[in-house]
């Protein structure tokens, strides 16, 4: 692959590498990309053929170390990611972007601080700005080139953020219909998700809290 199939005039990110990537959900074709500007790496998952006249089965993950990887209960990311992999699985198409934007933006020794306040008695938007970040730290533009790159137009996008559906909308894509992406999460998940649709307008249902 040389230079010129990487990206596209005017993309923001380069297409780098890609395999197949076999899981417990089913297969899937993993695309490593990288920022034009500062070189991050994050990946895209991709099953079918994206077209893009289709409604296309979208998520931006972002980066959750704990919840990803080590199953952390304060949270639900990682049975989110578990869930869209699924559910792209079960239709047969669609694109997962992982983005490392870990902590919503601020690393992983940042989201360690924010959990000792949390311990305190913080709730998350709490601990974030007594760290001196802002609520929500985290910018799509890459992930949308990515999606762009991938060939989808039209998105059936699986998230419960409504800046995220605000961020793809402002980078041109149809937004066809928001799929939501509520998991029943354990017990000491349920004062962030409960801070997430109260302060944040997470559009979520009180059935995920349990």
């Known amino acids: 692959m040389n230079n010129s199939d990487r990206a596209t005039v005017g993309s923001i990110v380069t297409r780098e590498a890609e395999a197949k990537l076999p899981t417990e959900f089913g297969p899937f074709q993993i695309v490593g990309f990288r920022a034009v500007s500062d070189g991050e790496e994050f990946v895209a998952l991709v099953k079918g053929q994206i077209d893009p006249d289709r409604p296309t089965l979208v998520r931006i993950h972002s980066q ?15 049975p989110q990611l578990q869930r869209a992999m699924e559910m792209v699985q079960e239709e047969g198409e669609g694109i997962i972007v992982y983005q490392h934007q870990e902590g919503r933006g601020i690393g992983i020794i940042n989201k360690i601080r924010a959990y000792a306040l949390q311990d305190e008695g913080a709730d998350t938007i709490e601990a974030n700005l007594r760290l001196g970040f802002d609520v929500d730290q985290r910018e799509y533009h890459l992930c949308a080139d990515v999606i762009r790159q991938l060939g989808a137009r039209r998105i059936r996008l699986m998230s419960n953020n409504p800046d995220k559906l605000h961020a793809l909308h402002q980078a041109g894509f149809e937004i066809v219909e928001r799929v939501p992406l509520e998991i029943k999460a354990k017990e000491p998940a349920f004062r962030y998700l409960l801070t997430k649709k109260e302060k944040m307008g997470h559009l979520l249902g009180l059935g995920d809290l349990s």
């Open 64 to 78: 959750c170390l704990t919840g990803d990887a080590f199953h952390s209960l304060k949270c639900d990311c990682g």
